[in-house]
């Protein structure tokens, strides 16, 4: 989901890199959004399916998601180096 969001961290330097505009850059981007939403509804019931089929509780599925969400932003949070943070705002 955090890819939905750090796209335009990275669009503006992969363009200067690569000599292109921005239309030619979104179409990995869009290409993305789009398998990205056409596999939402197979991983949203393999998920709470998963683990209401082992869990009964479709509450401890809420809470698995939402501690890997947490995770995955926190573990992304400490690979950024602070000066590349500053730099790119």
Same mark, same amino acid.
């Given at each position: 989901?955090k *890819?939905? @969001?750090?796209?335009?961290?990275? %669009?503006?330097?992969?363009?200067?890199?690569?000599?292109?505009?921005?239309t %030619?850059?979104?179409?990995p =981007?869009?290409?993305?959004l789009? &398998? =990205? +939403? #056409?596999?939402?509804?197979?991983?949203?019931?393999?998920t709470?399916?998963?683990?209401?089929?082992? &869990?009964?509780? @479709?509450? @401890?599925?809420? =809470?698995?998601?939402? +501690?890997?969400? #947490? +995770?995955?932003?926190?573990?992304? %949070?400490? +690979?950024?180096?602070?000066?590349?943070?500053? *730099?790119?705002?």
């Amino acid at each position: 989901m955090k *890819t939905l @969001y750090s796209w335009s961290v990275f %669009r503006k330097p992969l363009e200067d890199l690569f000599g292109i505009g921005a239309t %030619r850059s979104g179409w990995p =981007y869009m290409l993305f959004l789009c &398998f =990205y +939403a #056409l596999a939402m509804p197979f991983a949203g019931g393999l998920t709470s399916g998963l683990i209401k089929d082992h &869990f009964g509780s @479709y509450q @401890y599925a809420f =809470y698995v998601t939402a +501690a890997m969400a #947490l +995770a995955g932003t926190a573990i992304n %949070r400490l +690979a950024i180096p602070r000066k590349a943070l500053r *730099t790119a705002a």
